[in-house]
């Protein structure tokens, strides 16, 4: 049984900066594992933000290119995104999904999500 379990978030000013960690169990420690974070606004879709893959690869999208940065630890099988100067656009409720082998930012590619956290960025 697969679980994955998001932590961070809050509340920053434009400009500021906020991490966020996910953690997947459940994995086999010898498998191929990719974890993304996707975010949500009211009324609007679940959009990819970034991903990662236990062998090193990585993919952003073009809205936080550059400004927010993903880390996979292996070992403990942990997510963290980095975000840096914060927008008011990226307010939303901020999710982790966790999948084997194949590493995207679509959403219909993930089965395994965690709760979410919310991040709200103030102007």
């Known amino acids: 049984q697969v679980q994955v379990v998001e932590s961070g978030g809050g509340s920053v000013q434009s400009g500021g900066s906020l991490s966020l960690s996910c953690s997947a169990s459940?994995?086999?420690?010898?498998?191929?594992?990719?974890m993304a974070w996707f975010r949500q606004v009211p009324g609007k879709k679940r959009e990819g933000i970034a991903a990662?893959?236990?062998?090193?690869?990585?993919t952003y999208d073009d809205s936080v290119r550059g400004r927010f940065t993903v880390s996979l630890d292996n070992a403990k099988m942990t997510l963290t995104l980095q975000m840096n100067n914060l927008k008011p656009e990226d307010s939303a409720m901020y999710f982790c999904?966790?999948?084997?082998?194949?590493?995207?930012?679509?959403?219909?590619?993930?089965?395994?999500w965690g709760q979410g956290t919310q991040v709200t960025v103030s102007s």
């Open positions: 990662a893959r236990n062998d090193g690869y990585s």
């Open positions: 459940g994995y086999n420690s010898d498998a191929s594992v990719c």
């Open positions: 999904a966790a999948r084997l082998w194949w590493c995207s930012l679509k959403l219909n590619d993930y089965n395994d």
